[in-house]
Protein backbone atom coordinates (compact mmCIF):
# COMPACT_ATOMS: atom_id res chain seq x y z
CA UNK A 1 0.00 0.00 0.00
CA UNK A 2 1.13 3.31 -0.70
CA UNK A 3 -0.43 6.19 1.00
CA UNK A 4 0.20 9.89 -0.52
CA UNK A 5 -0.46 13.28 0.85
CA UNK A 6 -0.66 16.63 -1.03
CA UNK A 7 0.60 19.82 0.51
CA UNK A 8 1.38 23.29 -0.81
CA UNK A 9 -2.15 24.07 -2.13
CA UNK A 10 -3.76 27.82 -1.38
CA UNK A 11 -4.76 31.42 -2.85
CA UNK A 12 -2.89 32.76 -5.25
CA UNK A 13 -3.45 36.13 -7.78
CA UNK A 14 -3.61 35.54 -11.09
CA UNK A 15 -0.07 35.54 -12.39
CA UNK A 16 1.76 34.16 -8.84
CA UNK A 17 2.83 30.77 -8.34
CA UNK A 18 2.31 27.71 -6.02
CA UNK A 19 4.47 24.50 -5.44
CA UNK A 20 2.84 21.14 -4.52
CA UNK A 21 4.00 18.37 -3.05
CA UNK A 22 2.68 14.84 -2.55
CA UNK A 23 4.78 12.65 0.22
CA UNK A 24 4.39 9.03 -0.02
CA UNK A 25 4.35 6.56 2.78
CA UNK A 26 4.34 2.56 2.86
CA UNK A 27 6.45 2.04 0.35
CA UNK A 28 8.43 3.50 -1.98
CA UNK A 29 7.49 5.03 -5.13
CA UNK A 30 10.88 4.41 -6.99
CA UNK A 31 8.84 1.94 -9.10
CA UNK A 32 5.80 3.79 -9.52
CA UNK A 33 5.49 6.44 -12.46
CA UNK A 34 3.44 9.45 -10.78
CA UNK A 35 0.95 11.58 -11.67
CA UNK A 36 -0.97 15.01 -10.87
CA UNK A 37 -4.69 15.52 -11.42
CA UNK A 38 -7.15 18.05 -11.26
CA UNK A 39 -10.82 18.37 -10.54
CA UNK A 40 -13.80 21.04 -10.31
CA UNK A 41 -17.30 20.56 -9.38
CA UNK A 42 -19.13 18.90 -11.47
CA UNK A 43 -16.38 18.03 -13.59
CA UNK A 44 -14.61 14.62 -14.26
CA UNK A 45 -11.06 14.10 -13.13
CA UNK A 46 -8.71 16.13 -15.45
CA UNK A 47 -4.96 14.47 -16.42
CA UNK A 48 -2.24 17.48 -15.98
CA UNK A 49 1.10 16.11 -16.04
CA UNK A 50 3.05 12.73 -15.14
CA UNK A 51 6.88 11.59 -14.32
CA UNK A 52 7.93 7.71 -15.22
CA UNK A 53 9.13 5.75 -12.43
CA UNK A 54 12.85 7.12 -13.70
CA UNK A 55 12.41 10.69 -13.52
CA UNK A 56 13.73 10.65 -17.20
CA UNK A 57 10.13 11.04 -19.08
CA UNK A 58 7.16 13.72 -18.43
CA UNK A 59 4.38 13.81 -20.00
CA UNK A 60 2.24 17.30 -19.95
CA UNK A 61 -1.46 18.61 -20.72
CA UNK A 62 -1.15 21.09 -23.68
CA UNK A 63 -3.44 23.57 -21.08
CA UNK A 64 -0.12 23.71 -18.71
CA UNK A 65 2.44 23.14 -21.07
CA UNK A 66 5.24 25.65 -20.53
CA UNK A 67 3.76 26.85 -16.92
CA UNK A 68 3.81 23.82 -14.69
CA UNK A 69 6.57 21.11 -14.53
CA UNK A 70 6.36 17.55 -12.58
CA UNK A 71 9.73 16.31 -10.62
CA UNK A 72 10.01 13.81 -8.15
CA UNK A 73 12.98 12.84 -5.42
CA UNK A 74 12.57 9.15 -4.98
CA UNK A 75 14.91 9.49 -2.21
CA UNK A 76 12.62 11.29 -0.71
CA UNK A 77 9.47 9.37 -1.47
CA UNK A 78 8.24 12.84 -2.85
CA UNK A 79 6.59 14.54 -6.52
CA UNK A 80 6.14 18.20 -7.00
CA UNK A 81 4.18 20.03 -9.22
CA UNK A 82 5.76 23.71 -9.97
CA UNK A 83 3.18 25.86 -11.37
CA UNK A 84 4.13 29.43 -12.64
CA UNK A 85 2.24 31.83 -14.04
CA UNK A 86 -1.46 30.82 -12.55
CA UNK A 87 -4.68 31.43 -13.91
CA UNK A 88 -8.15 31.44 -12.80
CA UNK A 89 -8.68 28.37 -14.62
CA UNK A 90 -6.83 26.46 -12.85
CA UNK A 91 -8.43 26.90 -10.02
CA UNK A 92 -9.63 23.26 -8.59
CA UNK A 93 -8.43 20.54 -6.11
CA UNK A 94 -5.30 18.79 -7.28
CA UNK A 95 -4.40 14.83 -6.64
CA UNK A 96 -1.39 13.17 -7.32
CA UNK A 97 -1.46 9.30 -8.02
CA UNK A 98 0.68 6.68 -8.30
CA UNK A 99 0.43 3.75 -11.22
CA UNK A 100 2.78 0.96 -11.16
CA UNK A 101 5.70 1.33 -13.52
CA UNK A 102 4.39 3.35 -16.96
CA UNK A 103 2.09 6.28 -16.72
CA UNK A 104 -1.60 6.81 -17.98
CA UNK A 105 -3.61 10.05 -18.70
CA UNK A 106 -6.72 8.30 -17.49
CA UNK A 107 -7.23 9.38 -14.01
CA UNK A 108 -9.00 5.50 -13.43
CA UNK A 109 -5.74 3.22 -14.56
CA UNK A 110 -3.86 4.80 -11.06
CA UNK A 111 -4.01 2.45 -7.93
CA UNK A 112 -3.35 5.31 -5.22
CA UNK A 113 -4.84 8.75 -4.87
CA UNK A 114 -4.20 11.23 -2.46
CA UNK A 115 -6.72 12.98 -0.94
CA UNK A 116 -6.20 16.50 -2.78
CA UNK A 117 -5.13 19.81 -2.27
CA UNK A 118 -7.58 22.74 -2.89
CA UNK A 119 -5.71 25.60 -5.59
CA UNK A 120 -7.61 28.71 -5.70
CA UNK A 121 -6.54 31.59 -8.36
CA UNK A 122 -7.98 34.94 -8.17
CA UNK A 123 -8.08 37.12 -11.30
Known amino acids: QVQLVESGGGLVQAGGSLRLSCAAS????????MGWFRQVPGKEREFVTAISWSGDSTYIEDSVKGRFTISRDNAKNTVYLQMNSLKPEDTAVYYCAARSWSYSRKWYQYEYWGQGTQVTVSS
Open 26 to 33: GRTISSYA
